[in-house]
């Protein structure tokens, strides 16, 4: 299967892949984004290019799908957006995304979430997709912009979907 690379006005979504392990570890080594993120900071780039390196696998055994998010006008590296437990005959999927605060604000994740969301449900053509989000998150609610609706609420954490049928 080949790599869906995939585009926007402004944005490249890309295989990540070595050349991206520095942008990619400056990202994952800051406890600000990891805080919401379920793991501890990375510690060294080695850690980033097995993460990196893990993607590759989880496309090839066709559970996931993981771009890179690059800035047409710069080239810069902004993070990451991917698809997590691919379940094509279940017609579903999860969404999860990490974007260095140096974009925050700026409408960049909203504008890759909503190409990935038009992948995932013209072209995959699944049904469903989640995406888990912390309410005291604020900037990870770009997925509320994308008329993605709240299912679960609780004080830890909020679970979305779209388009379910």
């Not at 066709?62 to 006008?73: L, N, S, V, Y």
């Not at 140096?102 to 989640?130: C, K, N, P, Q, W």
Request: charged share 25%; aromatic share 10%.
């Amino acid at each position: 299967m080949t790599f869906p690379e995939l585009e926007t006005n402004r944005l490249r979504l890309v295989k990540v892949d070595e050349e991206h392990v520095t942008p990619y570890f400056a990202i994952m080594k800051r406890p600000d984004v990891m805080k919401y993120y379920g793991m501890d900071p990375l510690e060294s780039s080695e850690q980033a290019a097995a993460i990196i390196a893990s993607f590759e696998k989880t496309f090839e055994n066709g559970r996931g799908i993981r771009w890179g998010i690059i800035d047409k006008e710069d080239g810069a590296f902004a993070g990451t957006i991917g698809l997590n437990a691919l379940n094509k005959s279940g017609k579903r999927t999860e969404i999860g995304y990490e974007l260095h605060p140096d974009f925050h604000t700026r409408g960049i994740m909203s504008e890759a979430l909503e190409r990935v969301l038009t992948y995932i449900f013209e072209e995959l053509e699944l049904y469903r997709t989640g995406a888990v989000t912390f309410p005291e998150n604020k900037a990870a609610r770009a997925v509320g912009r994308t008329g993605v609706r709240d299912t679960v609420s609780s004080l830890s954490q909020t679970c979305c979907v779209q388009n379910e049928l």
